[in-house]
């Protein structure tokens, strides 16, 4: 199984990102996918997560200028960022978890992550 998250790049002050993922390999069934971020120097950070039926839940700081959605029958999950200020500077990674057998628990998968840099 894999997660490849895409999208990064630098963007000026104010600007909008789109952050996608896409989970591949041997997998049966999804359960939740979920965006965190790193910060230089700092610790990873949960920002969102969406259920595969739509559920949202972000965390209290991040909410309002992000935006998670999904497309889980095309394995897909989605990072919408407004107004970026240089604090929003992080490698930007997915999560999701993932069943590879039916009927079997779930495991945490990652993605490799995606630098946003938010320069003038």
């Known amino acids: 199984v894999q997660l490849q998250a895409s999208g990064g790049g630098v963007v000026p002050p104010g600007g909008s990102l789109r952050l996608s993922c896409v989970a591949s390999?041997?997998?049966?069934?999804?359960?939740?996918m979920a965006w965190y971020r790193r910060a230089p120097g700092g610790s990873r950070e949960w920002i969102a997560t969406?259920?595969?039926?739509?559920?949202?839940r972000y965390d209290n700081f991040h909410q309002g200028r992000f935006a998670i959605t999904s497309d889980f029958t095309n394995k897909m999950v989605f990072l919408q960022i407004n107004n970026l200020t240089p604090e929003d500077t992080a490698v930007y990674y997915c999560?999701?978890?993932?069943?590879?057998?039916?009927?079997?628990?779930?495991?945490?998968?990652w993605g490799q992550g995606t630098q946003v840099t938010v320069s003038s």
């Open positions: 999560n999701a978890d993932i069943r590879t057998r039916a009927f079997t628990p779930a495991t945490a998968y």
């Open positions: 390999g041997r997998i049966s069934s999804i359960a939740n």
């Open positions: 969406i259920t595969s039926t739509g559920i949202t």
